[in-house]
């Protein structure tokens, strides 16, 4: 049997090493931490991937690499790609990596994103507020997560500094959130899952439902913008495109080159989740039936709400996900729970 290589050891690896198991795939998961495997963070360190012998070693020892996070330097990368395949490929990560890389990307694919500047240094903030104006928010190019590294812009004469290179976005009026998670297999085939409402809390995804509510021709433009997407680079594997819902229509806030938090419902809602239909794409299978065949709202477990895992226990129409993470910690995604609503 083939062996997948993942690399980092977070709940995305975890879930997606369970999805290769049941095709009958041996995975094997790089995490540079001490921690065990799904007790670690993910804001990993370049000199964390410096150690281009246990690369190597990785990589020798699998026959695809693919990725739950973003932030892989690519110096580890090179090293990775001389030896075996990436999947999604170098320049998808290359886009993700950097917001502006990102935004300049879906701009020049014509699609709408928050007006942008970029901020290379403290110097350019004041131009950049000039230009943007408030409210905005002002954003680390690399390594933000979960709304870490952010700070928001009431008044255009505000001066805070995020300490690194980042990007000044223009507050979008949304009346609502929406994810789509896509996928696009080895051949080309590209299948796209229902897109789902989120509801963000402090920066952080508290729950995403299906079926969002949304108009049907929204629900198309979703669709056709996340192919487009995934069309332009050409790529293989599963993807997460999170949208805000405005007046003039779709605006495009960012993409995420894996498996994406506000796709965990398909674990419910689907023949084939999105852990299986990313590692099917990745090993050059045909993707499976993605079609939604339950209503599910999906509910992050974050820190205390640990505390409650009791009473979901007991509860009848919920399917628990816990991710073995030793420590709870506030803002800590410790689990989620998919309730079937219909
Ligand atoms: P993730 O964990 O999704 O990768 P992140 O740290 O990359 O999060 P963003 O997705 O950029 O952060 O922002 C987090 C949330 O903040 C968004 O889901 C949205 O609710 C809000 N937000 C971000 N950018 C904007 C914007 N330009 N206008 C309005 N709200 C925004
Ligand atoms: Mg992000
Ligand atoms: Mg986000």
Redesign the pocket.
Known sequence: GAVIGILGGGQLGRMLSVAASRLGYLTHIYEPGAAPASDVAHAVTTAEYDDADALRAFAEAVDVITYEFENVPAKSLDLLESIRPIRPSRRALAVSQDRLTEKEFLSGLGLKT?PFANVETEADLPSALEKIGAPS?L?TRRM?????G?IRFADPAQRDWTGAPSVL????D?SG?ISVIVARGLDGAVAAYDPGMNL?EG?I?RTTTVPSGLPKTLVTDAIFLAAKIVGALDYVGVMGV?L?VTQAGLVV??I?PRVHNSGHWTQAGCAVDQFEQHIRAIAGLPLGDGQRYADVVMENLIGDDMDRLPQLLKSANCQIHLYGKAETRAGRKMGHVNRITG
């Open positions: 928050a928010i954003k933000g997560y979960d709304g870490k952010q976005e223009g507050f979008v949304f959130e963000h920066g995804l999170e805000f806030n960012e995420a």
